[in-house]
């Protein structure tokens, strides 16, 4: 579905000049659903962001199958505030043409596949974090996109909530046969959603878990000795501190 190739990003020049990403060969195949771990700051976003276009990578390309089309759920849910939620969430069909009558009926069954069919009159400034959230993902869906790409979508929810929407990302998943590139802090959420999952590290996927739990996955998944172990592993593989930027010797030797 997208064939990413030795591609590296970095911003700025000279004593500002920072590598984020380096030499990625990436693979998202259709139908598929992979998650990206990494510290703050590792270059997560940016990955997405290149993957869409939004940023253009100082080397490297980045190749999506014919016709794929691909919604990014931002790591800000980005509402206009002048409209409300429901104006919100078509607003992609509205830039795309659609006729009024489509869009409405298709903004309402987004919002209610997040659970917000309630809130469509209310605007950006009435809701929570949460629910700000909920609606990015609805404006995501409202167009039924091929590939959808998430940046840590679930990270404003209380936990209960974020549990079901898990499950509910995964019935969609599961019955539309998306193609999802996830990112998450969470070990838990990954494994829950993914079929694979990578750690980036140091501008480059340092490390790939292949999750074998057997789908469908339920509460009960928690349960299973591989979830476990494969948490296990990961938390090992990830750096325990964050890994600051290493200062010049000189300053490191001071302090
Ligand atoms: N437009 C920009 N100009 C300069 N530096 C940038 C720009 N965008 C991102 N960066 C830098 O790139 C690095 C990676 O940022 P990015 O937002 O991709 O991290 P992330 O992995 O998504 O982190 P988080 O988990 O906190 O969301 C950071 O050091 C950040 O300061
Ligand atoms: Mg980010």
């Given at each position: 579905?997208?064939?990413?190739?030795?591609?590296?990003?970095?911003?700025?020049?000279?004593?500002?000049?920072?590598?984020?990403?380096?030499?990625?060969?990436?693979?998202?195949?259709?139908?598929e659903f992979v998650s990206i771990i990494g510290r703050s700051g590792s270059g997560k976003s940016t990955f997405l962001d290149v993957l869409m276009g939004l940023i253009q990578p100082t080397q490297g390309t980045v190749e999506r199958a014919d016709r794929a089309s691909m919604s990014y759920v931002f790591q800000k849910p980005a509402?206009?505030?002048?409209?409300?939620?429901?104006?919100?969430?078509?607003?992609?069909?509205?830039?795309?043409?659609?006729?009024?009558?489509?869009?409405?009926?298709?903004?309402?069954?987004?919002?209610?596949?997040?659970?917000?069919?309630?809130?469509?009159?209310?605007?950006?400034?009435?809701?929570?974090?949460?629910?700000?959230?909920?609606?990015?993902?609805?404006?995501?869906?409202?167009?039924?996109?091929?590939?959808?790409?998430?940046?840590?979508?679930?990270?404003?929810?209380?936990?209960?909530?974020?549990?079901?929407?898990?499950?509910?990302?995964?019935?969609?998943?599961?019955?539309?046969?998306?193609?999802?590139?996830?990112?998450?802090?969470?070990?838990?959420?990954?494994?829950?959603?993914?079929?694979?999952?990578?750690?980036?590290?140091?501008?480059?996927?340092?490390?790939?878990?292949?999750?074998?739990?057997?789908?469908?996955?339920?509460?009960?998944?928690?349960?299973?000795?591989?979830?476990?172990?494969?948490?296990?592993?990961?938390?090992?593989?990830?750096?325990?501190?964050?890994?600051?930027?290493?200062?010049?010797?000189?300053?490191?030797?001071?302090?």
């Amino acid at each position: 579905m997208i064939t990413v190739s030795n591609l590296s990003m970095s911003f700025g020049q000279g004593r500002r000049h920072v590598q984020v990403l380096q030499d990625i060969d990436f693979h998202l195949a259709s139908g598929e659903f992979v998650s990206i771990i990494g510290r703050s700051g590792s270059g997560k976003s940016t990955f997405l962001d290149v993957l869409m276009g939004l940023i253009q990578p100082t080397q490297g390309t980045v190749e999506r199958a014919d016709r794929a089309s691909m919604s990014y759920v931002f790591q800000k849910p980005a509402l206009l505030p002048w409209r409300n939620v429901l104006r919100n969430v078509y607003l992609p069909l509205q830039v795309h043409g659609v006729r009024r009558a489509d869009r409405l009926k298709a903004g309402m069954d987004a919002l209610r596949k997040v659970g917000l069919g309630y809130a469509a009159h209310l605007f950006p400034f009435q809701l929570s974090g949460g629910m700000a959230q909920r609606v990015a993902i609805a404006r995501a869906l409202v167009e039924n996109p091929d590939i959808l790409l998430m940046d840590e979508p679930f990270s404003a929810l209380d936990p209960i909530l974020r549990e079901n929407m898990n499950f509910n990302l995964l019935s969609l998943w599961q019955r539309t046969q998306k193609t999802v590139l996830f990112v998450t802090h969470s070990i838990e959420e990954a494994l829950i959603l993914s079929d694979r999952i990578l750690i980036l590290e140091n501008g480059t996927f340092v490390q790939r878990f292949d999750v074998t739990l057997e789908r469908p996955r339920t509460y009960e998944s928690f349960q299973d000795p591989r979830f476990g172990e494969l948490y296990r592993h990961i938390r090992n593989a990830l750096p325990l501190q964050p890994n600051l930027p290493r200062a010049a010797p000189d300053e490191a030797s001071a302090s």
